[in-house]
Nanobody, 125 residues
Framework: VQLQASGGGLVQAGGSLRLSCEVS????????AGWFRQAPGKVREFVAA????????FYADSVKGRFTVSRDNARNTVYLQMSSLKPEDTGVYYC???????????????????WGQGTQVTVSS
């Protein structure tokens, strides 16, 4: 199983980026997909997830209204559209796949089975 994240980079505050995560080696349509991030010196935190079962999208309060998670099962890819970026959004963003599908499970990193390598997002002020 491989998850390949891409799309990170350096952007000014207020700007936008779209992250992609291509998944291979599993039946993507029966896995939920999530995004987490980790800033230097901080623990990895939940950002957003898309349930495979209901199609519902879940977000951390800090990104609600600014980030949108979506998935394309035909392309085995999950996306994270990030807008109105802030310096505090800086970090390494990881995509992950989970067999769970509820909000309480998908916000917990221990409920994910597979992880990508991460892509760096830096937001300058």
């Amino acid at each position: 199983v491989q998850l390949q994240a891409s799309g990170g980079g350096l952007v000014q505050a207020g700007g936008s980026l779209r992250l992609s995560c291509e998944v291979s080696g599993l039946t993507f349509r029966i896995y939920s997909a999530g995004w987490f991030r980790q800033a230097p010196g901080k623990v990895r935190e939940f950002v957003a997830a898309k349930s495979y079962r209901s199609g519902s999208a879940f977000y951390a309060d800090s990104v609600k209204g600014r980030f949108t998670v979506s998935r394309d099962n035909a392309r085995n890819t999950v996306y994270l559209q990030m807008s109105s970026l802030k310096p505090e959004d800086t970090g390494v963003y990881y995509c992950a796949a989970s067999g769970y599908y509820t909000y309480s499970d998908l916000t917990s990193n221990i409920k994910y089975d597979y992880w990508g390598q991460g892509t760096q997002v830096t937001v300058s002020s």
